[in-house]
């Protein structure tokens, strides 16, 4: 069995956005059902012992407000974090790691284009390397990462290569692990290895391909970025000069958007993760959410569990 866990589905900054007036923000200061932690998942296929997909700077709320992450009762230091996997390099996916420093032994997978980031970022040795193991994913290699006494966890995880960018803070400037490469930019798919269940979990994509298409036609569930409605949907608003392809991310809407591209595909449940507080999908009753709707996706909410 496999159960996942949304601990946020926002992208960078939240919803509502500490700096923001934008109509989303404005509605979620008034309205805690729209409030929104930064785009985290977690994962176990016991139960017992979990990975996060990312590690946002809202992980402290998000475990406070997730007893499946508590520590186990009776023990005075204790966390059911075995691990956590890393698909990118940008500060909503890293940042929450600086807030697991205090001694827990647990395991980074990642691929060595996101480590050499926080190898050249000294805050992150605050993460001691002996009880904080760095491991280097590759590329269309599976892997099953492993539970603190080394047996294996039961999950089967692939990396995929998606199109998207390497982190915004380093553009413009030179990439620790070089320019060249593929792996700033992952997707996965999440396999439990008893039972044969699996999911799709990409929460940034720049693009739809057509070999994207066919990995994740008839799929059970996909977790895919919603970070914009609009490509220009920021420069609009006046929030910005970033398109969504400029950041990496596909737009949900138009023609070669999210929500058209992977229509047709036989997904069994659809939902957005890495969601902008710019994007009016996040709305109720928005003519957006009612189209991303009509076409099968979801908006979770923070906290959603669902067992596969
Ligand atoms: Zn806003």
């Not at 698909?87 to 909503?92: A, L």
Request: with cysteine; charged share 20%; net charge negative.
């Amino acid at each position: 069995m496999l159960r996942v866990v949304v601990l946020g589905a926002a992208a960078g900054g939240g919803v509502p956005q500490w700096n923001c007036g934008c109509s989303v923000c404005l509605a979620a200061r008034t309205d805690p059902q729209l409030e929104s932690t930064q785009a985290s998942i977690a994962i176990s296929a016991d139960g017992d012992h979990w990975f996060l997909i990312n590690a946002s700077p809202d992980l402290r709320q998000q475990l406070i407000a997730t007893p499946q992450l508590h520590p186990k009762a009776g023990r005075l230091r204790h966390s059911p974090i075995s691990g956590v996997i890393l698909t990118n390099g940008e500060i909503d996916a890293v940042a929450g790691l600086l807030s697991m420093r205090e001694g827990w032994p647990f395991t980074i997978y990642a691929h060595a284009r996101v480590l050499s980031i926080l190898k050249a970022n000294s805050i992150f040795n605050v993460l001691n390397e002996k009880n904080v193991r760095r491991q280097p994913i590759e590329v269309n290699e599976a892997f099953e990462p492993a539970l603190p006494d080394g047996s294996p966890s039961g999950i089967e995880i692939l990396p995929f290569a998606v199109p998207g960018k390497s982190a915004w803070y380093l553009e413009g400037k030179a990439h620790p692990a070089g320019e060249i490469g593929l792996g700033d930019t992952l997707g996965l798919r999440i396999g439990d290895k008893a039972t044969g269940k699996y999911f799709y979990f990409l929460a940034a994509c720049a693009g739809v391909t057509d070999e994207l298409k066919s990995r994740l036609a008839g799929a059970p569930l996909i977790f895919f970025d919603g970070t914009v409605w609009r490509d220009d949907e920021l420069i609009a608003a006046g929030l910005g000069n970033k398109t969504g392809q400029g950041m990496g991310h596909i737009a949900m809407s138009g023609d070669t958007g999210a929500i058209e591209s992977l229509a047709g595909l036989d997904i069994g449940r659809k939902i957005f993760l890495h969601i902008n507080n710019s994007n009016p999908a996040l709305l109720r009753g928005s003519p957006e959410r009612r189209i991303a709707e009509r076409a099968g996706w979801q908006i979770p909410a923070d906290g959603t569990e669902i067992v596969l």
